[in-house]
């Protein structure tokens, strides 16, 4: 198993400019988040998933948007990108929102807006 | 909302020196438990989780952390610290839908 995969591992934005993130697990999990870490702040959730076509806002969605089309697949949309949304980019997954099964970690994709 | 609070940004002891961060968690409700540790350019990956039970819990690479109710604190340990035991840890509580609160985060050195 590939586990919890991100893409891209980087990526640099101009003001305005909008992108989407890409976030797989193979490992046919219900629940999936994303998370952005600032420094000093810990990791904040933006969205999360019950399961596909299930989607809800997290402490901090604004700008953002998401879908889930497939249990595979969780991308998140950066619609028009701003200096705030500078961070580092976490997608996470877990076996089910039902109880406290361990989330697993993609590797991070680190934003940069100018 | 649940908060959770660790203190002390960054953390230094000296390689075999016991290692201790601090975690206290808001809620009046027990909720569940997680320390996470992060190395450099890396993401997240479990050091253990508290959910009911024993609250002594052993996690892995020697750490072990203890639930105390009445401090709705988890403090996360380990009796000898190894070099590569650098790196930022965090402590989480897992709210009501599996959503995880973090903590600042701790950066652990560890001298040689």
């Known amino acids: 198993n590939a586990g919890v995969t991100q893409t891209p591992k980087f990526q640099v934005l101009k003001t305005g400019q909008s992108m989407t993130l890409q976030c797989a697990q193979d490992?046919?999990?219900?629940?999936m988040s994303w998370y952005r870490q600032d420094p000093g702040m810990g990791l904040r959730l933006i969205h999360y998933?019950?399961?596909?076509?299930?989607?809800d806002q997290g402490e901090v969605p604004n700008g953002y948007n998401v879908s889930r089309s497939t249990t595979e697949d969780f991308p998140l949309r950066l619609l028009s990108a701003a200096p705030s949304q500078t961070s580092v980019y976490f997608c996470?997954?877990?076996?089910?929102?039902?109880?406290?099964?361990?989330?697993?970690f993609g590797p991070g994709t680190r934003l940069t807006v100018t | 909302a649940q908060s959770v609070t660790q203190l002390g940004s960054h953390v230094s002891v000296s390689e075999g020196a016991l290692v201790l961060l601090r975690c206290n968690y808001s809620?009046?409700?027990?909720?569940?438990l997680f320390w996470y540790v992060q190395y450099p350019n890396q993401g997240l990956q479990l050091l253990l989780k508290y959910t009911t039970g024993a609250t002594l819990v052993k996690g892995i690479n020697g750490f072990e952390a203890e639930f105390k109710k009445s401090e709705t604190s988890f403090h996360l340990t380990k009796p000898s610290a190894h070099m590569s035991d650098a790196a930022e840890y965090f402590c989480?509580?897992?709210?009501?839908?599996?959503?995880?609160?973090f903590g600042a985060g701790t950066i652990l050195r560890v001298k040689s």
């Open positions: 996470a997954s877990s076996y089910s929102s039902h109880s406290p099964y361990e989330q697993y």
């Open positions: 998933s019950v399961g596909a076509g299930i989607t």
């Open positions: 490992m046919n999990h219900e629940y």
């Open positions: 989480a509580a897992m709210e009501y839908g599996n959503k995880l609160v």
């Open positions: 809620s009046s409700v027990p909720p569940y």
